[in-house]
């Protein structure tokens, strides 16, 4: 693992919450600067065999940990994305993760959309400011009927993603902290 | 590919912290973690690596991930580090301390070069 500069001085967090299978391993791995590891918050061992994989060709299991990647913003700065499953079940984990996050991606397959109602409701009800990434598995809906289908405040930003694309998926963090910008009056502290 | 925490020996961890509590209030995931000296004799193999990881900073979590130790479990190790003075941490910018429109022009200026 590369290190950091040694002036690194303030890591800052982003989290990617989605359903099973949605991509957000593919989403962490493919803007950071090192192999996404993953580890656990507790030792609680769930998740073996019970994720329900259906309508997901090609996976068959799933991780109880979340997963994590790191972009040096610039020579103090350090970003770190954690990737973390969206089922109910699995909230025990946010608490901690969400603890000083900056804000949070919801990435949705849009093939099973009621996968992130329980993540929005959740988000909103906290006040975790977001954005909603629909990752395009080549079937794409219209983004207005995305947004219905979540029911999603017109404020909040929905975008169309390739996981896979550095590029697509930068673009995707940048709207989120262009976001958190427009909420923020210049000069003032939040 | 590294392997799970999960394989682990549950016995290990608690040896390792004595069965004592995460020391959640000190680690946020994101907690940078600085070496201030160097191994020294009677350290545990996991200390002696902490120490070794740590001399560039270090996140909490990455640390967690590199021993291959549940976070809670890499917190109490760290905890120990702390109050013997063999490191110290960089905490991280939250929305609770100065997050300003000035941090997230830095942000995006960081995203946008990548």
């Known amino acids: 693992m590369a290190p950091l500069h040694s002036t690194a001085k303030h890591g800052l967090k982003i989290v990617v919450i989605g359903g099973f299978g949605v991509g957000k391993t593919t989403l962490v791995r493919s803007v950071s600067e090192i192999r996404p590891l993953d580890t656990e918050a507790t030792m609680t061992d769930v ?22 990647g790191r972009i040096t913003l610039d020579d103090e700065h350090v970003l770190y994305l954690f990737g973390a499953p969206g089922q109910q079940r699995f909230w025990f984990l ?44 080549g079937d794409a809906h219209e983004p207005q009927e995305v947004r219905d289908a979540l029911d999603l405040d017109p404020a909040v930003p929905l975008l169309m993603c390739d996981a896979r694309s550095r590029e697509s998926s930068k673009q995707v963090l940048i709207a989120l902290v262009e976001h958190l910008y427009s909420a923020v009056p210049q000069g003032e502290t939040v | 590919m590294s392997r799970s925490v999960r394989d682990e ?9 004595g069965g004592r509590a995460p020391a959640t209030e000190d680690f946020d995931l994101v907690t940078l973690v600085v070496s201030e000296s160097a191994p ?26 590199e021993l291959r130790l549940p976070v809670g479990v890499a917190t109490v190790l760290l905890g120990d580090l702390l109050h013997a003075g063999k490191i110290t941490v960089r905490p991280p910018l939250s929305v609770a301390m100065s997050l300003d429109a000035s941090t997230l022009e830095k942000v995006l200026v960081g995203l946008r070069k990548l």
């Open chain 2, 9 to 17: 020996d549950p016995d290990r961890f608690y040896t390792l912290t």
């Open chain 2, 40 to 65: 020294s004799a009677g350290m545990t193999s996991e200390q002696v690596a902490i120490l070794d990881m740590c001399r560039a900073p270090t996140a909490v979590v990455e640390i967690a991930a």
């Open chain 1, 47 to 68: 998740g073996a065999g019970i994720d329900d994989a259906t309508g997901v060709p090609g996976k068959s299991t799933t991780t109880v940990a979340f997963d994590f």
């Open chain 1, 94 to 137: 946010w608490d901690r993760l969400f603890t000083g996050a900056l804000g949070a991606i919801v990435l949705v397959d849009q093939r099973r959309i009621a996968d992130s109602w329980y993540a929005i409701d959740r988000l909103e009800h906290q006040g975790t400011p977001f954005v909603v990434a629909c990752n395009d598995f």
